[in-house]
């Protein structure tokens, strides 16, 4: 069977302790792994670790060695003692920790932002805010539009890597701003197509040789079965998805397939309609 | 700093390109940790990969390295091709595919079952099926309370690893029926507590210091700020939590905790609350 997907893998790492201890849903690897999948970019791995410098160096050095094109790490990047990503990162490609004069005037720019709009009375450069600006040797800074903490972004041989806050706002409005147009570029005109069926009324293991036979006459095509609840509901997704540099190609390859697969559940005796992605 | 932890590791691993390419939020990780954390063990990793066999098995064999005592992998033990979990087990521990009576007993009854409920007419043991009984060698299978593909279990070396279904009320109803109470063994009394307050009116710069030194005077509390948007708004909530074998302790150091941080919150103008985790 021929899978085509794109070749430029991208990995995630998610760096907090509440996600460890199942504190907090993982919403910001599902937004940034749709988001990079939509630009034609193949989302390979995602990492979630603690707030640990050792842990987090372990997670960056496994990932460069799967030489990813592309890596997002989001968390870790505020003022708190607990916010090691930078270190972690540094400690992890064997480079040193150093005060970034761009990063250190974005910072002080937004509080006296902050000071200006009258939601601080004065503010100094403590320890805890130069933190900040500390960043892995060679990297250079990413403003955040909505934040304090700004992105960061380095290149260690032939792998790109940003890191993001972990606060979703500050998160997609610096992926937004810097982060998107340098994966569409990667990407290189590829984009990513979906479509979805809903099936009732056949079991996914009767689905199953349908399947097999629909992915062996169209290979552009990638298709999923997700029963949305345990098989003797009979009620399962069909989730359709190819990834093409023209539309028009990537519309008739998911149309050819789900014309295909329609019938044959039909004549089986299953209950189809389309459904909303 | 000390910062007191169970010892016993445990990872998760979740198989799908569902979650890599942003159909699916990862309800079940998120699950998973809370429930392994309250039963008093530590979750040190979540790794997410896709439907294949050679990523499978690399996730696999990494995590077994980093010598966790229980692994959970969610996902890919359906009937599809695309259900490629215990294969990719079975490679990553170099161990070969045997179908196993047992589990094929257990998926039988479950057709005949659905049969006497008049949800099938009749069935037969195709090998779509029979592959749901395919385990790695030395694995035995988990009863399935509301569905059809058994849970597996296996031990490799000293890693006790569980292969649980992605439709999350089966991975739910496996782990409450036979998983659970193995966690709870290997945990021996220890449970997590937790308890959150709300913070405004205080930059979470300036909330760092006092944070760094109430840690400092509660080795066995770790305490961490979460912004609930950006520094700007003044919004955060502080998370504590403690391991213990004794209630009673867990929560006098939270206690503890609470009151030295409120006290220093509202002597810089900070405003508090509880809230509810």
């Known amino acids: 069977m021929v899978m085509i997907m ?24 599902h937004w940034l792994a749709k988001r990079i999948t939509t630009l034609g970019l193949k989302v390979r791995r995602i990492t979630v670790v603690g707030d640990d410098l050792e842990e987090i160096a372990s997670a ?14 989001t968390g870790g990047l505020g003022p708190t003692f607990d916010d090691k990503t930078l270190e972690g990162v540094a400690l992890g490609l064997n480079r040193s920790l150093q005060e970034n004069k761009e990063a ?39 403003p955040n539009p909505v934040g304090t903490a700004p992105g960061v972004i380095l290149k260690h041989e032939c ?10 706002e500050e998160m997609k409005a610096i992926f937004e701003e810097s982060v998107a147009k340098m994966l569409q570029e990667i990407a290189g005109g590829l984009t990513f197509y979906e479509a979805s069926l809903e099936v009732r009324n056949l079991p996914e293991s009767e689905l199953a040789p349908i399947l097999d036979e629909a992915m062996h006459d169209n290979p552009y095509v990638y298709i999923k079965s997700h029963p949305k609840a345990s098989e003797k509901t009979h009620h399962i997704e069909l989730h359709f998805s190819t990834t093409s540099e023209d539309s028009h190609v990537a519309k008739q390859r998911i149309g050819r397939a789900l014309l295909q697969i329609s019938e044959m559940i039909k004549r089986k005796g299953g209950k189809i309609r389309p459904k909303k992605t």
């Open 6 to 29: 794109p070749v430029n893998n991208v990995e995630i790492i998610c760096v907090g302790n509440e996600l460890l201890i199942g504190k907090t849903l993982n919403t910001n690897a």
């Open 60 to 73: 960056v050095k496994e990932t460069i060695k799967r030489k990813p094109c592309f890596v997002v790490v």
């Open 104 to 142: 250190l005037e974005m910072i002080k720019a937004k509080y006296e932002e902050y000071v200006a709009e009258g939601r601080m009375e004065k503010y100094e450069m403590t320890p805890h805010r130069v933190k900040m600006a500390r960043l892995p040797e060679g990297a250079e800074p990413l």
């Open 159 to 168: 792998v790109k890597m940003v890191m993001l806050p972990g606060v979703p």
